[in-house]
């Protein structure tokens, strides 16, 4: 297998700098024009900037303003980071070897850097903090889910843990606290076809071949609230979120089903009542079974009245 090749400049902040490969075909004198028209969010001056600073690389070393165009090159540097506001809420170990690492991931935390979320993510949080700088995740929750993640530790294992999750070869279930309805039956499996389209926040279930299924049982209830464990076959973009929906109980604190609702990326109050609790599997590496379970729990179950009022 082709290796991955070693960026020329170091992480930052523990991410990898961006790596651009040059096209073939073009017409520029310069890298710098290049540059200006491939990246047209940056602005020609802070483009101008990082190359003054030496701060864009290719394989030879720092790029002048002037260096000219290599077609097929590639070039290395290092994003500017948007302005974040700090998530104040631990990440939770659950357990730790060489090889993996089983977070507990608070909500309002992404799971990896993407769009504005970068420095406040878990896995550039875990990188930093536990200095492990090749750390990466063997699958994702949502930024607004909590519960457990499983990180590898070890580079040489990342094949064998996420092929693990592709193959489905692993029992996840989660927790949700959503309205208790009397009339409806439960244990049952749903399952439906989920589709979500890119630049578009909902995802929405629509005629056609099933791509998702989703085991759902009422676990306890009391004062008009249901306590339910979700056992998903599938892992399609809020999938759980939209079954519990179209069971007419959506899940507390959900912001886009049944109606997208405009909440600010810094409000933490009343989270998604959804936990990942449990993940179990065979381990690909010792052949041991596994079984990690969450410390947290969900407020609105807990304390369903501070959880309304949003303390």
Same mark, same amino acid.
């Given at each position: 297998?082709?290796?991955?090749?070693?960026?020329?400049? !170091?992480?930052?902040?523990?991410?990898?700098?961006?790596?651009? $490969?040059?096209?073939?075909?073009?017409?520029?004198?310069?890298?710098?024009?290049?540059?200006?028209?491939?990246?047209?969010?940056? $602005?020609?001056?802070?483009?101008?900037?990082?190359?003054?600073?030496?701060? +864009?690389?290719?394989?030879?070393?720092?790029?002048?303003?002037?260096?000219?165009?290599? !077609?097929?090159?590639?070039?290395?540097?290092?994003?500017?980071?948007?302005?974040?506001?700090?998530?104040?809420?631990?990440?939770?170990?659950?357990?730790?070897?060489? /090889?993996?690492?089983?977070?507990?991931?608070?909500?309002?935390?992404?799971? +990896?850097?993407?769009?504005?979320?970068?420095?406040?993510?878990?896995?550039?949080?875990?990188?930093?903090?536990?200095?492990?700088?090749?750390?990466?995740?063997?699958?994702?929750?949502?930024?607004?889910?909590?519960?457990?993640?499983?990180?590898?530790?070890?580079?040489?294992?990342?094949?064998? @843990?996420?092929? #693990?999750?592709?193959?489905?070869?692993?029992?996840?279930?989660?927790?949700?606290?959503?309205?208790?309805?009397?009339?409806?039956?439960?244990?049952?499996?749903? +399952?439906?076809? +989920?589709?979500?389209?890119?630049?578009?926040?909902?995802?929405?279930?629509?005629?056609?071949?099933?791509?998702?299924?989703?085991?759902?049982?009422?676990? /306890?209830?009391?004062?008009?609230?249901?306590?339910?464990?979700?056992?998903?076959?599938?892992?399609?973009?809020?999938?759980? $979120?939209?079954? #519990?929906?179209?069971?007419?109980?959506?899940?507390?604190?959900?912001?886009? @089903?049944?109606?997208?609702?405009?909440?600010?990326?810094?409000?933490?109050?009343?989270?998604?009542?959804?936990?990942?609790?449990?993940?179990?599997?065979?381990? !690909?590496?010792?052949?041991?079974?596994?079984?990690?379970?969450?410390?947290?729990?969900?407020?609105?179950?807990?304390?369903?009245?501070?959880?309304? $009022?949003?303390?």
């Amino acid at each position: 297998m082709r290796r991955r090749q070693q960026p020329p400049l !170091p992480k930052r902040h523990g991410l990898d700098p961006a790596r651009l $490969r040059l096209p073939e075909v073009g017409e520029w004198a310069t890298i710098r024009d290049h540059l200006v028209e491939r990246l047209p969010r940056v $602005r020609p001056e802070r483009i101008d900037e990082l190359l003054r600073e030496g701060g +864009i690389v290719d394989l030879e070393g720092p790029i002048a303003l002037d260096t000219p165009y290599v !077609p097929g090159g590639a070039v290395w540097f290092h994003r500017d980071l948007p302005d974040e506001q700090e998530v104040p809420f631990p990440i939770g170990i659950v357990y730790r070897d060489d /090889d993996i690492l089983v977070a507990d991931k608070p909500h309002f935390l992404s799971t +990896i850097p993407r769009g504005q979320h970068i420095l406040q993510t878990a896995l550039v949080k875990l990188r930093r903090e536990l200095d492990l700088p090749d750390l990466v995740p063997a699958h994702r929750l949502d930024r607004v889910t909590a519960g457990l993640v499983l990180f590898i530790v070890n580079p040489a294992r990342r094949g064998a @843990y996420q092929t #693990m999750f592709h193959k489905r070869l692993v029992h996840k279930e989660y927790e949700a606290i959503a309205r208790f309805d009397p009339e409806l039956a439960l244990p049952r499996t749903v +399952i439906s076809r +989920i589709v979500k389209e890119r630049q578009v926040l909902q995802a929405y279930e629509t005629d056609g071949e099933p791509n998702a299924e989703t085991y759902v049982e009422l676990l /306890d209830h009391r004062d008009g609230l249901g306590r339910y464990r979700l056992r998903p076959r599938t892992g399609r973009t809020h999938q759980l $979120r939209l079954h #519990m929906n179209s069971l007419g109980v959506p899940i507390l604190g959900d912001d886009f @089903y049944p109606e997208l609702t405009d909440k600010s990326v810094d409000d933490y109050t009343r989270p998604l009542q959804l936990l990942a609790s449990t993940l179990e599997f065979t381990d !690909p590496i010792t052949r041991e079974p596994r079984r990690f379970e969450t410390a947290r729990s969900l407020r609105a179950w807990d304390d369903p009245e501070g959880w309304a $009022r949003g303390n």
